[in-house]
């Protein structure tokens, strides 16, 4: 039978080694499963200036790593490997990985969540190859080409503002005539000749030969459509929360996100959730790590006392 650990993190993104850290620190025998790379989603944050400690800003390419050379350090056990399910033995948790079977006493699932898709034809197709969630990873090979972002929030207009740099123009599409994005960001965007926006619009495909040529393009209000020359698309829909593998492990809310209490908490004893994947989380790199210290506490004090409330 495999090992059981007393903690396994399902995760390695802010909230997973900021869990690791705490649980590693109390002599737990820990270990976080990653399926990607060290970092989860600040990977596509080009520079963080809104993480508490960096005056001068940092570039996610250079946090990730950090994070786990930190949890590493202090005695946190990390495998790459997918978590495919996870079952209930008891109070045993198993989790069905691409590398096999582990369990553990306590779990904490700290998923976060995965670009929305835009559903329309074409994006298969040109996924990777003009399609991209990643602005700092792909955005210099649009260098004097136009490029669309798609979405309204902050990282539309943070992505939308980096590819300015490379871009002959970029322009945001988006289905509202008014944005989510903060004030600053808007107020950035406005101010930037390279941006311009198409408001009340989406996107009903992305057509090419070998690569991107345009976008067909419709007026929610009008239902007039048209064709947006473009070679590459941003899509910045909104997140979808990593919680299919679960299948109804804990209870989840209306957006598939999963409840827990101020301590991170499930319905289910041993089992917590921290950062993006959780119900009412900010969404930002300070309270996925901040999720994280609360879930790794809790943890270590249920492996101590067996208590799951008091
Ligand atoms: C473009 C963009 C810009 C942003 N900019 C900022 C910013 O400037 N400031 C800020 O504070 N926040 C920003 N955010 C938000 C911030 O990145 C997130 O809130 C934070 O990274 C969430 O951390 P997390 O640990 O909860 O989840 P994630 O970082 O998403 O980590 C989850 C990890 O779990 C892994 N995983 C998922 N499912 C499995 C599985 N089944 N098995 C194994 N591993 C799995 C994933 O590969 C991933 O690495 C930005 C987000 C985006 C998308």
């Given at each position: 039978m495999a090992e059981t650990y007393d903690l396994i993190i399902i995760g390695g993104g802010a909230a997973g080694f900021t869990a690791g850290i705490y649980a590693a620190r109390d002599r737990c025998q820990a270990l976080l499963l990653e399926?990607?790379?060290?970092g989860g989603q600040v990977l596509?944050?080009?520079?963080?200036?809104?993480?508490?400690?960096f005056p001068d800003g940092v570039a996610g390419y250079t946090l990730g790593p950090l994070l786990q050379q930190q949890a590493m350090k202090l005695g946190l056990g990390v495998g790459l490997t997918d978590v495919d399910a996870v079952r209930l033995e008891g109070e045993v948790k198993v989790l069905q990985t691409g590398n096999g079977e582990v369990r553990a006493h306590a779990l904490i699932i700290a998923t976060g969540s995965s670009f929305t898709q835009l559903?329309?034809?074409g994006e298969e197709t040109f996924l990777g190859r003009g399609v991209s969630h990643c602005a700092a990873c792909?955005?210099?090979?649009?260098?004097e080409q136009p490029v669309a972002v798609i979405g309204g929030g902050d990282a539309a207009l943070d992505e939308a503002l980096y590819l300015t740099q490379y871009a002959s123009q970029v322009t945001i599409v988006h289905?509202?005539?008014?944005?989510?994005?903060c004030q600053l960001l808007q107020e950035r965007a406005q101010a930037n000749q390279k941006l311009t926006f198409r408001w009340n619009t989406v996107v009903r495909a992305i057509e090419g030969k070998e690569v991107i040529q345009r976008l067909q393009i419709e007026?929610?209000?009008?239902?007039e459509r048209s064709a947006l020359d473009v070679a590459g698309v941003f899509p910045y829909l909104g997140l979808t929360p990593?919680?299919?593998?679960?299948?109804?492990?804990v209870p989840l809310n209306a957006r598939g996100q999963i409840i827990t209490d101020l301590w991170m908490r499930?319905?289910?004893?041993?089992v917590l959730a921290a950062g993006?994947?959780?119900?009412?989380?900010?969404?930002?790199l300070v309270s996925a790590a901040g999720d994280g210290a609360t879930a790794g506490l809790a943890a270590v004090r249920y492996l101590q006392t067996g208590q799951w409330r008091e």
């Open positions: 399926r990607v790379a060290a596509n944050c080009e520079h963080i200036e809104n993480y508490p400690g559903g329309v034809p792909d955005g210099a090979m649009f260098m289905r509202r005539d008014t944005l989510r994005a007026d929610v209000k009008t239902g990593n919680t299919q593998f679960l299948n109804g492990l499930t319905a289910v004893p041993g993006d994947v959780r119900g009412d989380s900010a969404r930002q």
